[in-house]
């Protein structure tokens, strides 16, 4: 006799979580013979046999990692052709001490420069073809946050500088004296002129001075400074201190560069960074400020406060676009004369969204004016300036403000809320002040320097390669002035490999057409007279930054 079914239960449903692995998508258990039995009696579940789907929400960083063996995959170091020659040649570097690998934060002589490259945010990812050998490098207005330049000679002349001659690269950089370089080494390391001339090419100037916080770059950096003392973010006194003393430094450096004695300086904030630039320098004969990245939002209270300014790339990219429609039409016109047809509708405007102004009167015409619903004022804006919201957060945004209108922008900056987040590990604290020359409330600080040694592979074995590398924010005449001393120093032959601020490449945008009698005297500002000659040029970047630079032969070439 059966066995009575008990009440509110389904005889035919016996194993509710086996049957909801098998909705699940999960492999059976051996332990479970019913789950088994009843999994091997049911279909298989669609796909079950093909690779699973990535999740299309997930980034490369956050996306998990299957613990089940994957076929093996070529070398990540190999092209898919197979040709070597095409692969970075720091790929193929080994370290000169294999028995005892130093540490990241080991200051150690000979380290491995595999890892020390891969450190470097790939600068040859996407390289253009090299520029044709010249004497000079073009001008870089972008910040370097790492400088890696190698050579098959040694640097043991950059370090274990003695007391005097740091002291001495010091007092040359207070006082804004150029640097002595001489014209031909026969032995760097005994040449006390290039050493204390490599410490001076070092220094900088800062505002504020956190030594426990990261102060540069200020663009998503939230990451680094989370967790960090910052005890004034609850503290609005303080806040207001902290701001008050930067706004005085600000002036400080905007008097200086009006009166030709600081070149150019930085205003790094968490939303976007300024680029303040002397009369005569980028090609321009009276002073430049770029800004970039930009919002609407931005670029609006801008145009509140009465400044002027202008969007070189949108309007390059606008006068490009013109040009082409414009070519188009007019040999549209000419197939259609040859054609035989008629070109009256040729005169005829396109439609245009600025037409739209806002007028409904076609509606009550129509008598439908009460049963449509008519969009508001903030919509009609916006697909009015669809173009220019687009290019928010994009290199294509940089603002440039020239003349007197770079004055207002001081004030505008200063009473500016934006410029300063309210939430946040960044909450409160004031941007930083980056500048080649000292002002009032400026703390020297210091580029860090190693060395590092190592291996290269080479068709017939190995040979030595030797390294020196630059931590910090890298300004533009710093990168020049190290180039004047390697230059001597390694007897005309080096590589450096660059990893450029990506928001601040944008700077490279020339300000404008040139500009004749742009010749301007900036004789007390600490820069040698050639590193002058270069950033007086006109910036002929665009919006890329230098990623590899090389001297064969006193000559340079490079990659952008």
């Not at 979580?17 to 091997?40: Q, T």
């Not at 098959?152 to 370089?181: D, I, M, N, Y």
């Amino acid at each position: 006799m059966a066995a009575p079914a008990e009440p509110g239960h389904s005889p035919g449903f016996k194993k509710p979580p086996a049957l909801l692995r098998l909705k699940r998508k999960r492999p059976v258990r051996r332990s479970d013979p019913d789950g088994a039995a009843e999994a091997a009696a049911a279909p298989a579940p669609r796909g079950s046999g093909a690779a699973r789907r990535r999740n299309p929400f997930s980034s490369l960083d956050n996306a998990p990692r299957r613990a089940a063996a994957t076929p093996q995959q070529p070398p990540a170091a190999t092209p898919a052709g197979g040709d070597p020659s095409a692969v970075p040649f720091w790929q193929f570097l080994e370290p000169a001490c294999e028995e005892k690998p130093p540490g990241r934060a080991e200051p150690a002589e000979s380290s491995d420069i595999l890892t020390l490259s891969q450190d470097l945010h790939s600068p040859l990812a996407v390289p253009k073809a090299p520029s044709s050998p010249r004497q000079e490098f073009p001008a870089d207005w972008s910040i370097k946050t790492r400088v890696l330049f190698m050579s098959s000679e040694p640097f043991t002349w950059a370090e274990h500088l003695k007391g005097q001659e740091e002291a001495q690269g010091v007092a040359q950089h207070c006082r804004a004296a150029p640097a002595s370089l001489p014209r031909s080494v026969q032995e760097p390391r005994l040449c006390s002129e290039l050493r204390c001339a490599f410490q001076q090419s070092l220094l900088y100037w800062l505002h504020p001075s956190l030594p426990w916080l990261p102060l540069f770059p200020r663009l998503g950096a939230d990451r680094s400074m989370a967790g960090k003392a910052c005890p004034w973010a609850q503290d609005e006194a303080l806040q207001q201190v902290l701001m008050s003393d930067w706004s005085v430094s600000f002036t400080s450096l905007y008097q200086l560069l009006r009166a030709r004695l600081c070149p150019y300086f930085y205003v790094c904030s968490a939303q976007f960074s300024v680029l303040f630039r002397a009369a005569g320098l980028a090609g321009s004969a009276e002073p430049t400020a770029a800004i970039a990245p930009t919002t609407r939002g931005l670029r609006h209270a801008m145009r509140a406060e009465g400044i002027e300014f202008s969007l070189p790339l949108l309007e390059e990219s606008g006068a490009r676009k013109q040009k082409n429609s414009e070519e188009s039409l007019e040999t549209e016109t000419a197939e259609g004369i040859r054609a035989g047809s008629g070109v009256e509708d040729a005169g005829e405007p396109a439609p245009s969204d600025d037409d739209d102004d806002g007028n409904f009167s076609w509606l009550e015409e129509m008598g439908v004016q009460g049963k449509v619903k008519k969009p508001d004022t903030i919509s009609i804006q916006l697909r009015k300036e669809k173009h220019e919201v687009q290019v928010d957060h994009r290199p294509e945004s940089l603002v440039l403000v020239r003349g007197s209108h770079t004055f207002r922008l001081l004030n505008f900056l200063i009473s500016c809320r934006s410029l300063v987040a309210v939430a946040g590990p960044q909450a409160g604290l004031p941007p930083t002040l980056l500048s080649p020359v000292a002002f009032r409330g400026g703390t020297l600080q210091t580029l860090k320097a190693r060395i590092v040694s190592g291996r290269a592979r080479v068709p017939g074995g190995f040979e030595d390669v030797f390294s020196l590398e630059v931590l910090g924010p890298v300004l533009p005449h710093a990168l020049h002035a190290l180039t004047l001393l390697l230059g001597p120093a390694q007897r005309g032959n080096f590589r450096a490999l660059l990893s450029p601020h990506e928001p601040s490449a944008a700077f490279n945008t020339c300000p404008g057409p040139p500009q004749e009698d742009v010749q301007q005297d900036l004789p007390a500002c600490g820069l040698h007279p050639r590193t002058l000659d270069q950033l007086r040029q006109c910036p002929t970047l665009g919006k890329s930054s230098l990623r590899l630079l090389e001297m064969k032969d006193y000559s340079y070439t490079w990659k952008a």
